[in-house]
Every structure is written in structure tokens, then in C-alpha cells.
């Protein structure tokens, strides 16, 4: 069973950046990992996804050039990193892993993952 908890949310200025981690346990080496969040009165919206190898990756428009997500599977930790925040980005972060082991394609739908951390909730502040 795949179990994930994110951690690094908090309230920080625009402009300003944070780094938020999920840890997993359960095997997720071998899933592609991915970000999503979801800002109140909207729908959850991918952010970013990851390969199980690490080599590939994929954004959102509207996080692209802003946003990193990377993973260390020595550690079964998976990482987004966010910088230039802006007051839009608010929201509950969530990380997730594919329903797929050793998966060829990187998803950006919700139904797609079937295993989902608790949340971080990020305020950024105008």
C-alpha cells in the first residue's frame, strides 16, 4: 500500500519561494509522481509530474519556468520547489502517484492517480 505526506507549506510573500516535500512509502520507485493542487471553489489541477527514473518531467503552463519537481528515490522523497510565487498559486497542494508501475507516460489527470497525500496548504500573500 502507498501512503504519502506532504510537508514545507506555509504562508510566504509574492515573490518569495518554498519547498515542498512528500514522503512516500510503499514501493513508489517505480510510479511516476506528481503535483496537483486545488484553490478554493475550483477543481484540483495538475502542477507537475516526474518519471519513476527522475529523467522526465512536465509542468503546467502557468507553473513552467517557475516550479521544479524532482525525487530522490534513495529516500522515497519526491520535491517541488517554487519560486517567483504569486498570490495565484494559493491553494492545497497535493502529491500523487500513478495507478501504473514503471509507467511510459506522464499523466496530468486527477483520475489517473490513485494514491494521494493529505495535502500542504501554501498561501502566498500580495
Known amino acids: 500500500q502507498v501512503q504519502l505526506v506532504e510537508s514545507g507549506g506555509g504562508l510566504v510573500q509574492a515573490g518569495g519561494s518554498l519547498r515542498l516535500s512528500c514522503a512516500a512509502s510503499?514501493?513508489?520507485?517505480?510510479?511516476?509522481m506528481g503535483w496537483f493542487r486545488q484553490a478554493p471553489g475550483k477543481e484540483r489541477e495538475f502542477v507537475a509530474a516526474?518519471?519513476?527514473?527522475?529523467?522526465?518531467?512536465v509542468y503546467a503552463d502557468s507553473v513552467k519556468g517557475r516550479f521544479t519537481i524532482s525525487r530522490n528515490n534513495a529516500k522515497d522523497t519526491e520535491y517541488l520547489q517554487m519560486s517567483s510565487l504569486k498570490p495565484e498559486d494559493t491553494a492545497v497542494y497535493y502529491c500523487?502517484?500513478?495507478?501504473?508501475?514503471?509507467?511510459?507516460?506522464?499523466?496530468?489527470?486527477?483520475?489517473?492517480?490513485?494514491?494521494w497525500g493529505q495535502g500542504t496548504q501554501v498561501t502566498v500573500s500580495s
Open positions: 500523487a502517484a500513478d495507478r501504473e508501475t514503471f509507467g511510459p507516460i506522464l499523466r496530468r489527470v486527477v483520475s489517473q492517480y490513485d494514491y
Open positions: 516526474i518519471s519513476w527514473t527522475g529523467a522526465d518531467t
Open positions: 510503499g514501493r513508489t520507485f517505480s510510479r511516476n
